[in-house]
Nanobody
Framework: QVLLVESGGGLVQAGGSLRLSCAAS?????????MGWFRQAPGKEREFVASMSWSGGDTYYANSVKGRFTISRDNAKNTVYLQMNSLKPEDTGVYYC????????????????????WGQGTQVTVSS
């Protein structure tokens, strides 16, 4: 069973920064899997934010966060990070990390259907 635990959320003013962490545990060797971040704003559907390949060599970002957010991972610690800079009120939401269903997927996973395990989420609130 896979367990993902996010942390690092909070309340920040517009223009500020936060760093989210997601610690993974379980029988899966996470270094073989793409890891991703999604978010869900109140009244809206969950949306893709960023993902990083199992090797760390490939990343993909939603246009809305490109240039402001950076995804990274430390496979030795089974942890994925999301550095969020220049935060905007529209970045407010619950942020979830997720693990790809398929180890060593040849293409980078970016859709919610690609991911099989999810964390419980961490709240990010950006005030104007």
């Amino acid at each position: 069973q896979v367990l993902l635990v996010e942390s690092g959320g909070g309340l920040v003013q517009a223009g500020g920064s936060l760093r989210l962490s997601c610690a993974a545990s379980g029988r899966t060797t996470f270094s073989f899997y793409t890891m991703g971040w999604f978010r869900q704003a109140p009244g809206k559907e969950r949306e893709f934010v960023a993902s990083m390949s199992w090797s760390g060599g490939d990343t993909y970002y939603a246009n809305s966060v490109k240039g402001r957010f950076t995804i990274s991972r430390d496979n030795a610690k089974n942890t994925v990070y999301l550095q969020m800079n220049s935060l905007k009120p529209e970045d407010t939401g619950v942020y979830y990390c997720a693990v790809d269903r398929v180890p060593g997927r040849p293409r980078l996973a970016t859709g919610a259907a690609d991911f099989g395990s999810w964390g419980q989420g961490t709240q990010v609130t950006v005030s104007s």
